[in-house]
């Protein structure tokens, strides 16, 4: 039986490419379809690739025992992976207990108390938490030191701070700010980015698609899968509400219902800086 679903933001798509834009220019997007619903990108296919694996090598396994008389094959052993430890070697990745110990670290009372997170509290927010490279001279030594860089986005003033720790002596060699610079959005900025959507006027088509699709009403960002790219203005490609953007931390939302398809939210822009909602022309 085919179902007619009614569309409200635009349409809600799954398996489908759409376009969306960081800049101007718009670049393609490709959206999984429902079969990676859960949000592990095509679990699906897999599960169905391994049960079929499975079930032939049990059949393999059961001919064997009837042609040879045979006991079943036992069940593997699967080893749990080894703790973590609280401190990496070389170029290990960093571990829990040493991202923690970076952002403490990098995080200084005066810091804290100056910035602003994306929620408006005080403190900057954090956006990532990386292994920095060598330096130069220290490309082959196995004893250099292991150095962290973690970047804040400091809502206050619209500031990219980078830091980097060395993790031997245990504190800041280096501190970088930038302006206009806008990374990769961390998981808090899209989440906090749905918020704002969901609670403005805008939002109501989201909420009327998310209706549709489950039945349920949208109250909160956790009911989506979310991702996000960070929105650049164009001089004269958009409204003058977004001229900032890109000083400003914009966000343009892929809202996908858990379990469910995507909805199209491409022409709304959450404009995290100064916590607006508007809608792209066009």
Known sequence: MRMTVRRHLGKVVAGTAIAVAATAAMIAVTLPGTAGADGTGGSTGQAAGQAAAEQGSGSAGQGAGQQGGSAAVEPGVVEEAPAEGTRGQGRDPLTDDEIARVERIALSRQFFNAGENVDGDRGPQ?????????????????????????????????????????????????????????????????????????????????????????????????????????????????????????????????????????????????????????????
């Open 126 to 282: 954090r956006v990532s938490v990386d292994l920095a490279e060598p330096e130069a001279d220290e490309v082959d030594d196995p004893g250099a030191p292991r150095r962290a860089e973690v970047t804040f986005y400091d809502y206050k003033d619209d500031t990219l701070v980078t830091k980097t720790v060395n993790l031997d002596t245990g504190k800041v060699e280096s501190t970088g700010t930038q302006q206009g610079v806008q990374p990769p959005l961390s998981a808090a900025e899209q989440a906090e980015a749905a918020r704002l959507l969901i609670a403005d006027p805008l939002g109501a088509g989201l909420k009327a698609d998310y209706k549709d699709a489950t039945g349920k009403e949208l109250t909160s960002p956790d009911q989506l899968v979310l991702a996000g790219m960070v929105y650049r203005a164009s001089p004269g490609a958009q409204p003058a509400a977004f001229d900032q953007c890109g000083v400003h931390r914009c966000v343009r939302l892929l809202p996908k219902v858990r379990n469910g398809p995507w909805i199209d939210a491409r022409s709304l822009v959450i404009d995290l800086s100064a916590r607006k909602v508007g809608r792209l022309a066009g």
